[in-house]
């Protein structure tokens, strides 16, 4: 349909191929095609690509109301299957529907506290696998935060949702590799985004260390550096305390994050769980060579 059209209308001055090209991502992001046709579109010459996208501006504008109707109505019905303390159903199906989302979809899912709601049910789910020891809903909601913290709507809605980054720190877990591979993603990128959600997860372990009469508000960490013997964590674990210790733009941070990380007793571990690596590795690599 949209070749058809294209071919019905006159070209007009066809823009840069660099400006092109930022249009046509544009297009992409607001319909679902598959790779191979976008592909497809991507290798056509500037004067047909440029007519789709021509054509594809103004049928959004001539129909942005109802397609903005249509939009909200869709994404308020995906966050009130959150709301409504969503089944693990409802979660996998929210998964496939937020992989297909297009950038609009996602600022909508953002505004309209989608994100505060799966951190709601992200606490309520860790509370439970406490005393049940199923994980399934836990690993389900994880899994779709982590799919938003690689977003830039998704990293700035959890760093305004509160208590968001504590409600993530209970996830540590000393022998769920899943549980805690995904939480260390999802800090590690947020992490990054600033200062302040460096602050976020240094306070969330503070509320923890008290909550629970830690010794030190880096016990959960440490604990796991001590106690897992699955590679897979160890390995994240020390990559995680690395960022946490060089995100923060001050050096006086930097400094102090590192000097109580070494007055917790981490240095012993670190040395020899980075010994073990270091021979896994040389292993696996000379494994991979024969």
Same mark, same amino acid.
């Given at each position: @349909?949209?070749?058809?059209?294209?071919? @019905?209308?006159?070209?007009?001055?066809?823009?840069?191929? &660099?400006?092109? &090209?930022?249009?046509?991502?544009?297009?992409?992001?607001?319909?679902?095609?598959?790779?191979?046709?976008?592909?497809?579109?991507?290798?056509?010459?500037?004067?047909?690509?440029?007519?789709?996208?021509?054509?594809?501006?103004?049928?959004?504008?001539?129909?942005?109301?109802?397609?903005?109707?249509?939009?909200?109505?869709?994404? @308020?019905?995906?966050?009130?299957?959150?709301?409504?303390?969503?089944?693990?159903?409802?979660?996998?199906?929210?998964?496939?529907?937020?992989?297909?989302?297009?950038?609009?979809?996602?600022?909508?899912?953002?505004?309209?506290?989608?994100?505060?709601?799966?951190?709601?049910?992200?606490?309520?789910?860790?509370?439970?696998?406490?005393?049940?020891?199923?994980?399934?809903?836990?690993?389900?909601?994880?899994?779709?935060?982590?799919?938003?913290?690689?977003?830039?709507?998704?990293?700035?809605?959890?760093?305004?949702?509160?208590?968001?980054?504590?409600?993530?720190?209970?996830?540590?877990?000393?022998?769920?590799?899943?549980?805690?591979?995904?939480?260390?993603?999802?800090?590690?990128?947020?992490?990054? &985004?600033?200062?302040?959600?460096?602050?976020?997860?240094?306070?969330?372990?503070?509320?923890?260390?008290?909550?629970?009469?830690?010794?030190?508000?880096?016990?959960?960490?440490?604990?796991?550096?001590?106690?897992?013997?699955?590679?897979?964590?160890?390995?994240?674990?020390?990559?995680?305390?690395?960022?946490?210790?060089?995100?923060?733009?001050? &050096?006086?941070?930097?400094?102090?994050?590192?000097?109580?990380?070494?007055?917790?007793?981490?240095?012993?571990?670190?040395?020899?769980?980075?010994?073990?690596?270091?021979?896994?590795?040389?292993?696996?690599?000379?494994?991979?060579?024969?």
């Amino acid at each position: @349909m949209l070749w058809k059209m294209a071919a @019905m209308q006159d070209v007009g001055a066809i823009p840069p191929i &660099e400006e092109l &090209e930022q249009d046509l991502n544009e297009m992409f992001k607001t319909i679902l095609l598959t790779e191979d046709r976008k592909n497809l579109i991507r290798n056509l010459d500037p004067k047909p690509k440029w007519k789709l996208i021509k054509n594809h501006k103004k049928f959004m504008e001539n129909n942005k109301d109802f397609l903005r109707m249509a939009n909200s109505k869709e994404v @308020m019905a995906v966050v009130a299957r959150i709301k409504s303390k969503a089944s693990l159903v409802d979660l996998q199906e929210i998964k496939r529907w937020l992989l297909k989302a297009t950038e609009f979809q996602v600022k909508s899912f953002c505004i309209y506290d989608g994100v505060k709601f799966l951190f709601q049910r992200l606490s309520e789910a860790e509370m439970v696998s406490r005393s049940n020891k199923n994980y399934r809903k836990q690993i389900e909601i994880l899994k779709l935060l982590e799919l938003l913290s690689k977003l830039e709507n998704g990293v700035q809605e959890t760093l305004k949702c509160k208590n968001a980054i504590y409600y993530l720190l209970l996830n540590l877990h000393p022998y769920n590799v899943e549980i805690t591979s995904i939480t260390l993603e999802i800090l590690d990128n947020v992490i990054w &985004e600033s200062n302040v959600a460096i602050d976020l997860v240094l306070d969330g372990l503070t509320k923890i260390k008290n909550e629970r009469n830690f010794q030190f508000r880096f016990f959960p960490i440490i604990t796991i550096l001590q106690r897992s013997k699955n590679v897979i964590i160890i390995n994240n674990v020390i990559t995680f305390v690395n960022d946490l210790i060089s995100a923060p733009t001050e &050096e006086d941070k930097r400094v102090g994050i590192r000097s109580e990380f070494m007055s917790c007793g981490i240095t012993e571990s670190f040395e020899v769980l980075s010994l073990v690596l270091s021979v896994i590795k040389e292993y696996l690599d000379d494994k991979n060579e024969n």
